[in-house]
């Protein structure tokens, strides 16, 4: 916008003492819009960690999304199992359930910190360094709003990584904190691979168990 020349003098002059120059015929700025910021800061970050495979993945099996649409009103219980075989779509369903209820936050401005690790990895990262970095390992799980835990029952299970596991379940299931976990195990087996006390907890959880063939090995299947 173009200052009249009076303005301008004296815009000058107040540039050439260091002072700032307010243009009164520029529009304030809106409000700010907590809720609107919210989403655009978690659709960034859904962006950007959420794996391409994963980009557009929906709740859309009947249950799981009954679930959702439970928790993001924060009703229901906070632990979702999501069971089947190899290649049935679970971690699909996980990612649309993670999604989903990160966006139903921002839309009613509540804050949403969300975590998603198989098994695996998490035993990994509890298993004894010698730096001593997994002593802390555990503090991100634990405390996040919203957490998956992909492939339960997964992997090779030491003592410690049971005990971690078990420390990590019975915190968020004591604070109903929401926490969905999928798994290619039978119940039974579910039973035989984890700690007891882990099982106990488990089956407080919205089970839904997904049939069907293999997508993956399904023509245009995908996950």
């Not at 020349?5 to 107040?14: E, F, G, I, N, T």
């Not at 907590?34 to 960034?44: E, F, G």
């Not at 069971?83 to 839309?107: C, P």
């Amino acid at each position: 916008m173009t200052l009249n020349p009076v303005r301008r003098s004296v815009a000058d002059l107040l540039a050439r003492r260091g002072l700032p120059v307010v243009d009164r015929d520029v529009p304030p700025e809106p409000p700010f819009d907590p809720i609107q910021w919210r989403l655009d800061n978690y659709r960034a970050i859904l962006a950007r960690e959420v794996p391409a495979e994963f980009a557009t993945a929906q709740p859309d099996h009947p249950e799981v999304a009954a679930w959702v649409q439970a928790r993001s009103r924060g009703a229901g219980s906070p632990f979702l199992v999501i069971g089947g075989q190899v290649g049935r779509g679970k971690t699909w369903q996980a990612w649309g359930a993670l999604r989903t209820l990160v966006i139903a936050a921002a839309h009613a401005n509540r804050r949403c910190r969300w975590r998603f690790v198989t098994h695996p990895r998490l035993n990994d990262e509890t298993r004894p360094k010698p730096d001593g970095s997994h002593a802390y390992a555990l503090d991100p799980y634990i405390e996040t709003d919203l957490l998956v835990v992909d492939d339960l029952g997964a992997g090779k299970q030491s003592e410690w990584t049971s005990d971690a596991l078990y420390r990590l379940v019975d915190h968020r299931w004591s604070n109903h904190l929401t926490t969905i976990f999928t798994t290619n195990l039978a119940p039974s087996q579910l039973a035989a691979a984890l700690d007891e006390r882990v099982v106990s907890r488990l089956a407080t959880a919205t089970i839904t168990l997904i049939a069907g063939p293999d997508r993956r090995r399904t023509p245009g299947g995908g996950h």
